[in-house]
């Protein structure tokens, strides 16, 4: 009995070493990929009548860099806690995110109209929709379990000025 105690122990303090250095290693590569350009100031924010402005955003610091396409054309990487702009001529426009690392729910897409003078706010929010169900995780002869599933969906969110420069004063450039 004391030996099956003994073996349980060691088990679990593996299993928690194990997930210890995992988590670990996981948490040194996602912070060494933050945006690492300069901050953003109201001078990145542009004015012009002939052309358009799209200011993207990425608050969230615990998950993964994305690809962004305009018109399904690579225009840049936008890095966690960073931002990039892009000026564009007047016109419709498919803007999405991708990487070929993470699953196809954490992709955001938009169809955005620009006037000459336009100027979009686009936050890109990884966990912008949330769907829970619950299913089953395990039995035994007396229990069954029951976990919660959950799976986020991504978008871009149109803000106003005001509400963008709240986030964006404390982001840097993304690199292009």
Same mark, same amino acid.
């Given at each position: 009995?004391? $030996?099956?105690?003994?073996?349980?122990?060691? $088990?679990?303090?593996?299993?928690?070493?194990?997930?210890?250095?995992?988590?670990?290693?996981?948490?040194?590569?996602?912070?060494?990929?933050?945006?690492?350009?300069?901050?953003?100031?109201?001078?990145?924010?542009?004015?012009?009548?002939?052309?358009?402005?799209?200011?993207?955003?990425?608050?969230?610091?615990?998950?993964?860099?994305?690809?962004?396409?305009?018109?399904?054309?690579?225009?840049?990487?936008?890095?966690?806690?960073?931002?990039?702009?892009?000026?564009?001529?007047?016109?419709?426009?498919?803007?999405?995110?991708?990487?070929?690392?993470?699953?196809?729910?954490?992709?955001?897409?938009?169809?955005?109209?620009?006037? &000459?003078?336009?100027?979009?706010?686009?936050?890109?929010?990884?966990?912008?929709?949330?769907?829970?169900?619950?299913?089953?995780?395990?039995?035994?002869?007396?229990?069954?379990?029951?976990?919660?599933?959950?799976? $986020?969906?991504?978008?871009?969110?149109?803000?106003?000025? &005001?509400?963008?420069?709240? $986030?964006?004063?404390?982001?840097?450039?993304?690199?292009?």
């Amino acid at each position: 009995m004391i $030996y099956l105690l003994v073996s349980k122990t060691v $088990y679990r303090l593996v299993y928690l070493s194990v997930y210890f250095i995992v988590y670990m290693t996981l948490m040194m590569f996602l912070t060494s990929c933050a945006a690492g350009g300069k901050k953003f100031s109201e001078q990145d924010i542009r004015d012009s009548t002939d052309s358009a402005q799209v200011i993207i955003f990425y608050v969230d610091e615990l998950s993964a860099n994305m690809d962004i396409l305009i018109n399904d054309k690579l225009s840049g990487l936008l890095r966690r806690g960073g931002f990039l702009t892009f000026n564009l001529t007047p016109g419709t426009y498919t803007l999405a995110t991708k990487n070929d690392w993470v699953y196809e729910a954490m992709m955001a897409k938009k169809e955005l109209s620009l006037n &000459a003078g336009d100027v979009a706010y686009l936050r890109y929010n990884p966990k912008a929709k949330m769907t829970r169900r619950v299913g089953r995780c395990g039995e035994t002869d007396e229990t069954l379990t029951v976990c919660w599933h959950h799976q $986020y969906f991504a978008q871009f969110e149109t803000l106003n000025e &005001a509400d963008a420069l709240v $986030y964006l004063k404390n982001l840097r450039k993304s690199h292009d």
